[in-house]
């Protein structure tokens, strides 16, 4: 793993470049294409593995003033096998803009501290079973009867899944549209050091963390028209929770 030094002295390499053109082309905007800019300029291939993005180090970007959530990592349920398709199918509804009615979509966010409403068909919320070292997902009537409680995660697939966020370094960044482009201005940055597993799950029980799920469909493109599934995962509800998730943290 390199050194926090060197982690700053590339943040202050990209920073002094002022603004640079995403590599997403304009018409492709996306929620991705400022953590993609900035990987790219860091030299990191675009990647969803389990290992950390730059030398040891995981690396977070967001937008100035966001209030917006911010992904931590994404793991499958480890039961029922295919568990994503198991929702999909068993809890998913219709397209709802009716282009592709005869596949089903599944998007929700999910807490902890709270049931969520889903498709007005639905309360869901998460389950942290710390005997059984389970987070499990409770599917409810909406008078909060339990319809099903099969999916889940243990507490050491979670463990291997976050376990790229070791350390990790957070970046924000300015966004302009110059001669039709986007382009990205990099701003400020911390360096979280020594994640901490346990304090995940309590912020996953104050409502602080949450599961995102994301089955939905190609719009467009080669696969237009197919499944896709966006990987659904662990978040903080706001940037503002890293310092909670890690023994230390510098300003970059």
Known sequence: ????????????????????????PYDEKNDGALGNTFESILGVTENNLKEADFEGW????????????????????????????????NWGVPDPDGDYPNIKVFRTSVYAHRFSVVYEKYK?????????EKLKLILCDLDERIV???????FNSLKQASSKLKNTFVVTADEKVIDGKIHFKFLTGKAFLG??????IELIRDGKARYDNRLGIYRSGKN??????HGGGIRLVNSEY???????YVDL
């Open 124 to 132: 869901m919320r998460l389950e942290i079973d710390d005997d059984s």
């Open 242 to 248: 890293y310092k909670d998730l890690f023994d230390s």
């Open 58 to 89: 995981e690396c977070k970007s967001q937008r100035k003033h966001t209030s917006s959530a911010s992904s931590l990592f994404t793991c499958k349920p480890d039961f029922p096998e295919k568990g994503d398709g198991y929702m999909r199918e």
């Open 1 to 24: 793993m390199v050194s926090i030094e060197r982690v700053h002295s590339e943040f202050n390499r990209i920073k002094e470049m002022g603004y640079v053109l995403s590599d997403r």
């Open 195 to 200: 994640f901490n597993f346990q304090s995940l």
């Open 148 to 154: 099903d409680d099969c999916v889940y995660w243990s």
């Open 224 to 229: 237009q028209g197919k499944e896709h599934n």
